[in-house]
């Protein structure tokens, strides 16, 4: 198998010459790993991928999760994949080992997560998501609910899900309605209310779909501090611990949706026959903090699944550009002369070098921030814990956001890349933009992503998660220092980290002035540029490492001098409209603020085309 949706080369070099993976294994938690056996895993996870998980993307977007009334009927794919995955142990390679994980450091969950992801997003989500919901039954649960559902969800006996959104919230978690009174004898909680857009919510994969629910126990306090969390199994567990009695989780529905299509993502309307029981998982009123446990894992993840789907969008650009053929160079337009491949024109060479920049830049600061999570849960002083969870908490968004958002540019440019026959659907790439829209949504919005960066991670604890990412820029530059190759680069960045200083300190004026509503009014803006600077930053690390590397000599000159030359691209035609942009935020602009509404012009119509 030569074709590949991912650079592997590029992977050994994040893992080991960037993050030093196998150092991990010096830990208690990893010590029966080595980079043998991680380097054994990646080798299996990249054959399922290919042979398993690709092979169905475009069949599971034409078949659909289909509904017919009462079931879900799933693409026939999708239960090839369940199957593998089982044998394969899948489902949470990181977690314990007597809860059925391999014990393996999230960067490697993470890395294993980019392979499924890059060759079939909507499948290695119902995968994603039985791992997601032992997680939180790991993390909050007593010893009796890990017993009832770890083994089942972590050994793809049970499905699992969750369910925050509701049909009139989404972004505003604390207006939820679904509420939980407890049953007189005290077992259990009576849940009613419906939740909507919920990802493999309904399916036949297993025996069982476990829930963790949002809900609020009828007369506790009022917004966020009310909600808690539940287990709602789809159905109820009988005196094995098998799937027993119908719980009373009915699906209504699932989206036809713009993307992911192979993924039903449903409506489910929870005690409509008031016998809907669910288990509480935690503190009461404590279930927002516990669901975000997973929702910022899930963030992170989102930044994963939308840069390994761009990968996979840039090696069929790739692949297509090398062998397209079409025109002749600027230089000799002699039309004796044979035409050339595409890639050898400069604008196309463009499109592929800013997906590369994206792919590549983007998925060194998603290793980073996984290993970041392995230090917040297995660094060794509480000190060193404390500092990674800080720059994982400022750096989240950014995966987030600015992942999706520059997935889909760079899916756009493969697509563009292909000329006319991108946009058909023979080529997967139409439905890789389809499918990639969605990471800017889900997980809480980019724009809400905004918000909370500015709103709330980098003020917290007077602005110390800034701090410390901002010192950990610092060791960047005095370690880059003197490496002549990359003196350029490290000059630009070194320039763009005083700006967002700068930018940081005059919002942080506005903010203790009073001015909240203009503090915010840029967030999305400013996410971006902070973006930019972290994966300036990114890639600055990388080509140092490149670049010391072609300074001893190697055999690889060509790998190293792509890296160089990929972080100088990035680094010169990028920053200098960061700096553009940031004189935005400067000067105050407000227009968005003051906009009224009356101004917009027109009435708007309906969202449906003639209704
Ligand atoms: C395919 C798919 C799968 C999903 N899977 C799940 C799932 O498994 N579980 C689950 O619980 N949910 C899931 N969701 C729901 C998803 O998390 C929500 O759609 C998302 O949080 C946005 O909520 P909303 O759709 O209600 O949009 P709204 O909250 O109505 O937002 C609409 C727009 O207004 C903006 N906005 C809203 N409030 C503010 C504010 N205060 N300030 C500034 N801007 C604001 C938003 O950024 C957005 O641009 C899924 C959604 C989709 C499409």
Known sequence: ???????????????????????????????????????????????????????????????????????????????????????????????????????????????????????????????????????????????E???????????????????????????????????AIPSADGGHYKIKGVKRWISSGDHDLGDNIVHPVLAKIEGGPPGT?????????????????????????LTAG????LGLRGQPTATLNL???????????????????????????????TGVQAIAQASAAYQIALKYSRERIQGREVTNMDPDLEAVTIIRHADVRRMLLWQKAYVEGLFSLLGYCALLWDTTNTGETEEERERSDELLGVLTPVCKAYGSDKSTESIRLAIQCLGGAGYTEDFALGQMLRDNKVFSIYEGTNGIQGLDLLGRRVVRNNGSAFRALMEEIGKTLVDSDGVEGVADIREKVAEAQDKIVAVMTHL?????????????????LFLRIFSEVCISWQWLVQATIAQRALDAGTDETAFYTSKVETARFYVNNTLPLMHASAQIIMDNERGALDFEDAWFGGEGVPATAGA
């Open 1 to 143: 198998m030569s074709d590949k949706l991912f650079d592997r080369r590029d992977i050994q070099f994040v893992l080991y010459e960037m993050l030093n993976m196998e150092s991990l294994c010096e830990r208690e938690r990893f010590s029966d790993h080595s980079r043998e056996t991680f380097d054994l895993v990646l080798d299996t996870a990249e054959q399922v991928a290919m042979e398993v998980f690709w092979p169905h993307y475009q069949s599971m977007d034409a078949e659909g999760a289909k509904f017919d009334g009462k079931d879900v009927t799933l693409p026939k794919g999708m239960h090839e994949i369940w199957e593998t995955s089982k044998k394969g142990g899948w489902f949470g390679p990181a977690m314990d080992y007597d809860c059925g994980g391999q014990q393996m450091p999230y960067l490697m969950q993470s890395t294993i997560s980019y392979l499924f992801n890059a060759a079939n997003t909507s499948a290695y989500m119902f995968i994603g998501q039985a791992g997601g919901a032992a997680y939180l039954i790991y993390l909050f649960g007593t010893p």
């Open 145 to 179: 609910q890990k017993e009832q559902y770890l083994e089942k969800l972590m050994g793809g006996g049970w499905g699992g899900t969750m369910c925050l959104s509701e049909p009139d919230v989404g972004s505003s978690l604390g207006d939820i309605t679904t509420t």
């Open 225 to 249: 501090k009310g909600i808690s969390l539940f287990i709602v199994p789809k159905y109820r567990l009988d005196e094995n611990g098998e799937a027993g009695e119908f719980n009373d989780v």
């Open 254 to 257: 699932i989206e036809h949706k």
């Open 271 to 301: 005690g409509d026959n008031d016998d809907c029981h669910g288990y509480l998982l935690g503190n009461e009123n404590e279930g927002l903090r516990e669901m975000l446990h997973l929702v910022n894992s899930a963030r992170i993840h």
């Open 508 to 524: 942080a004026g506005l903010g203790m002035g009073g001015e909240v509503a203009l503090y915010t009014a840029n967030s999305s």
